[in-house]
């Protein structure tokens, strides 16, 4: 009898469209409205992948900052993240702020950050794009 490795699985990922694809299978199941996901990078290989719920009603100013203060350590405590997208489900007015100011605190932190993504029912939107066509 002889012990192999398991067999592992390899995803490559080209487009910010492919990145929300593989979310569901980076942290084990699909985010729902509310959802933030950072996936963290070491170069082009995905490192570490954390999700977080966000309450009904938004954040405060307050709880934004409390909420980076406690995600962006730990994120980049992991192996060597070079880079992070940061990917928020949900409409607009509930996410696209507290993705600018979590991405600000990984930029803050030396953290390249490759996209600020929103994702609202079934479209795709990168946040960081200047042209709203």
Do not use: K, W
């Amino acid at each position: 009898m002889s012990s192999s490795a398991p067999p592992t699985a390899t995803v490559t990922v080209r487009s910010a469209v492919d990145l929300v694809c593989v979310v569901p299978y980076l942290i084990g199941f699909y985010p729902g409205d509310g959802s933030l996901v950072v996936t963290a990078f070491a170069h082009n290989r995905v490192v570490f992948a954390a999700r977080l719920d966000l309450p009904d009603g938004g954040l405060t100013a307050t709880e934004v900052s409390s909420v980076t203060d406690y995600l962006v350590p730990i994120v980049c405590q992991q192996q060597t993240v070079t880079d992070v997208v940061v990917i928020g489900y949900g409409h607009a007015g509930q996410v696209d702020q507290v993705l600018r100011t979590v991405g600000q605190a990984f930029a803050t932190a030396g953290v390249t950050v490759r996209d600020l993504l929103r994702v609202t029912g079934t479209r795709m939107f990168t946040i960081t794009c200047g042209d709203p066509a």
